[in-house]
């Protein structure tokens, strides 16, 4: 299973930004797939996640802001952010293979990461 973030770079606050994540080397689309990211010094967090019922959670700081999406013929994750803020900078991942509860497990699997940085 492979897995590539692409659309990271560098915004101004307010701006928006597209990541995609090509999923390669497996057809089974019963897994929960989701969006996480890790600014310097911190702990990676939650972003977004959709299972296979199309079920969708966003974490509270990008709520109303962020919108995941999937093209399963495509095997492509998204992630649409808009308005993007100063505290949106961080390394962002997309993983794979997450718990039936869309938490991140061992066995789950994860992108290199594409950076996102948001200047003010």
């Known amino acids: 299973v492979r897995l590539a973030e692409s659309g990271g770079g560098s915004a101004q606050s307010g701006g928006s930004m597209r990541l995609s994540c090509a999923v390669s080397g497996y057809t089974d689309s019963s897994y929960c797939m989701g969006w996480f990211r890790q600014a310097p010094g911190k702990e990676r967090e939650f972003v977004s996640t959709?299972?296979?019922?199309?079920?969708?959670k966003y974490a509270d700081s990008v709520k109303g802001r962020f919108t995941i999406s999937e093209d399963n013929a495509k095997n492509t994750l998204s992630l649409q952010m808009n308005s993007l803020k100063p505290e949106d900078t961080a390394m962002y991942y997309c993983a794979t293979h997450l718990n039936p509860w869309c938490v991140a497990v061992t066995d789950s699997y994860w992108g290199q990461g594409t950076q996102v940085t948001v200047s003010s």
């Open positions: 959709i299972d296979s019922d199309g079920r969708i």
